[in-house]
């Protein structure tokens, strides 16, 4: 059978067009957030133009959630693939405290950490203990994001697992994943009165559309191929992220010196 022509995306593709958003949006938000560590919600400040691009940065979350929810189809060793997401989760860390720490303390962690949690439950839940039992392998996997205030806690964990029960029933994985994203935008709402109404709409309408986007690459575009260097990528990926921590924090420091 021919392959669809709209298939255009492979894996490698993906990962840059998730990447280079993300490392955009998280300059401007972090870089903002650095100088008014006492104001969480520093993003709703910055001029309308600056504060999109910081929002297009939440094309890559979802993005990652498809990449654990196929890597466990997929890969050759799922408690290698485990481990490794630990590891880098463990090696982000610091660097993740590094911005972080200031703003909201040393009780946060990196999104690897829910991308883990998210594997784990999928793996938990594929295993072959009785339902009962898997389904509190679940619900502990949930808890952990939360207890450890990982970046997306729950939803991340929960949109990954849906992403993979409902894997071959299109409509529910659309509807219980889109439901996720739309009540985690909405959370943003207890923001109102604090910050510009106008903004907080839009950032709210820019996430979820950013989510809708995100789908619509990995379900229609994507061809599920690896790309060209695929080993290459993964590791590139992987390394990019803390490494895209200190990046955002030099060019702070930069600002400093120059101004």
């Not at 200031?102 to 990196?110: A, D, R, V």
């Not at 938990?124 to 806690?153: H, N, P, Y």
């Not at 943003?188 to 510009?196: A, E, H, P, Q, Y």
Request: charged share 15%; proline share 4%.
């Amino acid at each position: 059978m021919a392959e669809k022509s709209y298939k255009i995306f492979n894996r490698d593709i993906m990962k840059y067009m998730a990447i280079i958003p993300m490392f955009i949006g998280h300059a401007i938000a972090w870089i903002n957030l650095m100088y008014h560590p006492d104001d969480s919600l520093a993003v709703f400040h910055l001029p309308a133009p600056l504060m999109i691009l910081a929002a297009i940065s939440l094309f890559c979350p979802p993005v990652m959630f498809f990449f654990i929810a196929d890597g466990y189809k997929y890969t050759r060793d799922r408690k290698k693939y485990a481990l490794r997401l630990l590891i880098f989760a463990c090696i982000t860390q610091p660097f993740d405290w590094l911005i972080m720490q200031p703003i909201y303390g040393w009780w946060t962690t990196n999104v690897i950490f829910s991308l883990l949690f998210g594997l784990l439950s999928i793996m938990a839940w594929e295993s072959k203990f009785k339902l009962w039992q898997r389904i509190t392998l679940v619900a502990l996997c949930v808890a952990g994001s939360l207890l450890i205030f990982s970046d997306w806690m729950v939803f991340g964990v929960l949109i990954i697992f849906c992403l993979h029960i409902f894997r071959e029933r299109p409509k529910a994985r659309f509807i219980s994943s889109a439901s996720l994203m739309l009540v985690n935008c909405l959370l943003n709402l207890f923001s109102l009165g604090k910050v510009d109404t106008g903004k907080l709409i839009l950032y709210i309408c820019i996430m979820f559309a950013m989510f809708v986007l995100a789908y619509l690459c990995m379900t229609v575009f994507y061809n599920g191929k690896k790309g060209k260097h695929p080993v290459f990528t993964k590791w590139f990926f992987y390394g990019f992220y803390p490494v895209h921590y200190i990046i955002i924090w030099l060019i702070k420091l930069c600002m400093d010196k120059l101004g």
